[in-house]
Nanobody
Framework: HVQLVESGGGSVQTGGSLRLSCAAS????????????MGWFRQAPGKEREGVAA????????NYATSVKGRFTVSQENAGNTLYLQMNSLKPEDTGMYFC??????????????????????WGQGTQVTVS
């Protein structure tokens, strides 16, 4: 089964930076064993989960939530089995639990467009980011 393990969260002051990592394993439905379609979501206390950044490494496409454009960068390495989120110029409103997700290939195009998690998305346990 799919396992996603996030790391890199923590507490940082406004204006600081963090780099989140997500290690993926067991993604058997990905073509050629490459995990192409992944992304980051976050959820603040009392709020709904929102899509933050998405990447399709098969074509290099990325998309970001308006609130993080120009500050966050999503990337992949290791045939897509490691996902990163570089977060710069952090703001208190970036505080929340950050989740890594793998999206099934057939949903990837729509996911890249909308940043909405489709059916059958696999999730990690999350890593907490606190900005004060």
């Amino acid at each position: 089964h799919v396992q996603l393990v996030e790391s890199g969260g923590g507490s940082v002051q406004t204006g600081g930076s963090l780099r989140l990592s997500c290690a993926a394993s067991g993604v058997t439905y990905a073509s050629s064993h490459d995990v192409n379609c992944m992304g980051w979501f976050r959820q603040a206390p009392g709020k709904e989960r929102e899509g933050v950044a998405a990447i399709d490494s098969s074509n290099g496409r990325t998309n970001y939530a308006t609130s993080v454009k120009g500050r966050f960068t999503v990337s992949q390495e290791n045939a897509g089995n490691t996902l990163y989120l570089q977060m710069n110029s952090l703001k208190p409103e970036d505080t929340g639990m950050y989740f890594c997700a793998v999206v099934r290939p057939r949903y990837c195009s729509e996911y890249l467009r909308s940043l909405q998690a489709p059916d059958f998305t696999d999730w990690g346990q999350g890593t907490q980011v606190t900005v004060s």
